[in-house]
């Protein structure tokens, strides 16, 4: 996780909005971020797409490279950004993923992360 764009608290702030986003519908994408740089000075973000479908949540690891973009970044709906769901790429072969439930989602962001 780079610290130099942002502190720790952002990517705290950014996480909750993501969760919430993640919450939102039973059909929806969301993402949490990884780490960021600068997105007017970096080539890529790295993040964590997620994919909701019902009670289940896909999970996969990717980076949304800022040249391919049609808009700048921006940071607060890296979600936006984000490719559809898809389990094999573009060689055929099976894209890595995390399997979770939204009550397990959940209850992480309700958690006390942890901390």
């Given amino acids: 996780?780079?610290?130099?764009?942002?502190?720790?608290?952002?990517?705290?702030?950014?996480w909750e909005s993501a969760l919430r986003e993640i919450e939102r519908s039973e059909k929806?994408?969301?993402?949490?971020?990884?780490?960021?740089t600068d997105p007017a000075a970096s080539n890529f973000i790295s993040c964590w797409p997620m994919y909701r479908d019902g009670d289940v949540i896909h999970v996969q690891?990717?980076?949304?490279?800022?040249?391919?973009?049609?808009e700048p970044f921006d940071p607060q709906?890296?979600?936006?950004?984000?490719?559809?769901?898809?389990?094999?790429?573009?060689?055929?072969?099976?894209i890595s993923e995390w399997v979770t439930g939204a009550p397990e989602v959940r209850q992480f962001r309700e958690s006390t992360w942890g901390l």
């Fill in 1 to 14: 996780m780079d610290l130099s764009f942002w502190s720790v608290d952002e990517y705290c702030r950014s």
């Fill in 28 to 36: 929806v994408t969301s993402c949490l971020i990884a780490s960021i």
């Fill in 61 to 70: 690891n990717s980076l949304i490279f800022l040249d391919e973009l049609d």
């Fill in 77 to 94: 709906e890296p979600w936006r950004y984000v490719e559809p769901h898809r389990e094999i790429d573009e060689d055929g072969n099976r």
